[in-house]
């Protein structure tokens, strides 16, 4: 997440289709300028292959922007964060939106076909008081991460949750920003969600809080690992920004036993780029690919800074800790008037053998929520 580039909306309601050319260019890496060329010398048994890397980009990547298909109804308004799944035969997103510049509240919308979507209403609105009085930017916790699968969002206690950011200042997303739940019986229905009486859950400002996350805390989701990998079942991952001049955010881990006590896991990010590099807004998935030895962990997360403007790409894991970092083309990336700007903040899916790509796009008509698609749906 990144400070505001454009507030403008214009009346140009045209959808466009972008088709990127299908040939894969040879693995590449962008240096900034000050950031000096590395080599890795050893390859670790936790180390991700360049082919099985290479077959998870064919799988993600979806050349054909369909267009926006979120718009907020005020003029000056915003949405963002893009988070979606699937409830009793129908789609739902939750996303965030703001305007007059208050600052975020959570909402939902609903669609048949995931390319046209109707707003249904606020689900996390501002608390007016507290430490979340003005910022409230969640999205549904506990989805199922099977690649193609239900994309159903799974109950703890017998309810469903949502990991948000809040704070107490006015804007968009001003320090400090500390990290919440919420939770609800009626995920499909436009009614408040419960926040937990024990939030904050975690804060930049704790005892426990690492170097590159002393600032604020931003967009998190959380998994359920039945399997444990990390001793614990539930597992968030989260963009953070560290204190200084420099907004250099990285993704760091956390875990717990029962989703509302939460430690930090490891001493560092699990994914950060040299430099002043931003990555943010991870998604989690489960892939499981012909001719695969095991099934691998794959987060789609975007960019910022060490490639030009901002765009989404991919890191895959066996072990949620260690991750290799695609270095090919972007899973998505500016070229349109409606996200010349940014085309980032994934959130991909696989369903009936197309993977959609819902983002945020900010260009010629504010900031708005995007889709590209693996094949062509405009014909």
Same mark, same amino acid.
């Given at each position: 997440?990144?400070?505001?580039?454009?507030?403008?909306?214009?009346?140009?309601?045209?959808?466009?289709?972008?088709?990127?050319?299908?040939?894969?260019?040879?693995?590449?890496?962008?240096?900034?300028?000050?950031?000096?060329?590395?080599?890795?010398?050893?390859?670790?048994?936790?180390?991700?292959?360049?082919?099985?890397?290479?077959?998870?980009?064919?799988?993600?990547?979806?050349?054909?922007?369909?267009?926006?298909?979120?718009?907020?109804?005020?003029?000056?308004?915003?949405?963002?964060?893009?988070?979606?799944?699937?409830?009793?035969?129908?789609?739902?997103?939750?996303?965030?939106?703001?305007?007059?510049?208050?600052?975020?509240?959570?909402?939902? *919308? $609903? #669609?048949? =076909?995931? %390319?046209? /979507?109707? &707003?249904? +209403?606020?689900?996390?609105?501002?608390?007016?008081? !507290?430490?979340?009085?003005?910022?409230?930017?969640?999205?549904?916790?506990?989805?199922?991460?099977?690649?193609?699968?239900?994309?159903?969002?799974?109950?703890?206690?017998?309810?469903?949750?949502?990991?948000?950011?809040?704070?107490?200042?006015?804007?968009?997303?001003?320090?400090?920003?500390?990290?919440?739940?919420?939770?609800?019986?009626?995920?499909?229905?436009?009614?408040?969600?419960?926040?937990?009486?024990?939030?904050?859950?975690?804060?930049?400002?704790?005892?426990?809080?690492?170097?590159?996350?002393?600032?604020?805390?931003?967009?998190?989701?959380?998994?359920?690992?039945?399997?444990?990998?990390?001793?614990?079942?539930?597992?968030?991952?989260?963009?953070?920004?560290?204190?200084?001049?420099?907004?250099?955010?990285?993704?760091?881990? *956390? $875990? #717990?036993? =029962?989703? %509302?006590? /939460?430690? &930090?896991? +490891?001493?560092?990010?699990?994914?950060?780029?040299? !430099?002043?590099?931003?990555?943010?807004?991870?998604?989690?998935?489960?892939?499981?690919?012909?001719?695969?030895?095991?099934?691998?962990?794959?987060?789609?997360?975007?960019?910022?800074?060490?490639?030009?403007?901002?765009?989404?790409?991919?890191?895959?894991?066996?072990?949620?800790?260690?991750?290799?970092?695609?270095?090919?083309?972007?899973?998505?990336?500016?070229?349109?008037?409606?996200?010349?700007?940014?085309?980032?903040?994934?959130?991909?899916?696989?369903?009936?053998?197309?993977?959609?790509?819902?983002?945020?796009?900010?260009?010629?008509?504010?900031?708005?929520?995007?889709?590209?698609?693996?094949?062509?749906?405009?014909?």
């Amino acid at each position: 997440m990144m400070a505001i580039d454009e507030w403008c909306v214009t009346k140009n309601t045209s959808i466009t289709t972008h088709q990127s050319p299908p040939s894969i260019p040879p693995r590449y890496t962008f240096l900034m300028p000050d950031q000096p060329a590395t080599t890795q010398a050893t390859t670790r048994a936790t180390d991700v292959d360049a082919d099985t890397m290479r077959r998870v980009y064919e799988e993600s990547k979806t050349p054909f922007k369909y267009g926006v298909i979120l718009r907020h109804p005020e003029k000056d308004g915003l949405v963002d964060c893009p988070v979606v799944f699937r409830f009793n035969n129908r789609w739902y997103m939750t996303y965030v939106a703001m305007a007059g510049k208050v600052g975020y509240e959570t909402e939902l *919308a $609903v #669609s048949d =076909d995931l %390319l046209k /979507w109707e &707003r249904l +209403g606020t689900i996390l609105p501002h608390a007016k008081e !507290g430490w979340d009085a003005w910022q409230a930017d969640g999205g549904m916790s506990l989805i199922d991460t099977a690649w193609g699968g239900s994309y159903a969002p799974g109950q703890h206690m017998g309810r469903y949750w949502m990991s948000y950011i809040g704070g107490d200042q006015h804007g968009y997303e001003p320090d400090p920003l500390s990290m919440g739940l919420a939770w609800t019986e009626t995920p499909d229905k436009p009614t408040s969600w419960t926040r937990n009486p024990e939030n904050p859950i975690m804060r930049p400002s704790d005892d426990s809080a690492r170097p590159f996350e002393k600032k604020t805390l931003y967009k998190s989701t959380i998994i359920r690992d039945d399997a444990e990998t990390l001793q614990h079942p539930f597992v968030m991952f989260y963009n953070a920004k560290q204190e200084g001049k420099q907004a250099i955010e990285r993704i760091g881990c *956390a $875990v #717990s036993a =029962d989703m %509302l006590h /939460w430690s &930090r896991h +490891g001493e560092g990010p699990v994914v950060e780029h040299v !430099g002043n590099g931003i990555s943010g807004d991870p998604q989690i998935v489960r892939m499981t690919l012909d001719g695969m030895k095991k099934p691998i962990w794959v987060m789609h997360y975007f960019g910022h800074r060490w490639r030009p403007k901002a765009f989404d790409i991919f890191a895959c894991s066996y072990d949620l800790v260690h991750w290799t970092k695609w270095d090919g083309p972007s899973l998505i990336e500016p070229s349109e008037p409606w996200d010349k700007t940014f085309a980032h903040k994934p959130w991909v899916i696989k369903h009936d053998g197309v993977v959609y790509h819902f983002y945020c796009a900010v260009g010629d008509r504010g900031r708005v929520i995007a889709v590209a698609t693996s094949k062509d749906m405009r014909r």
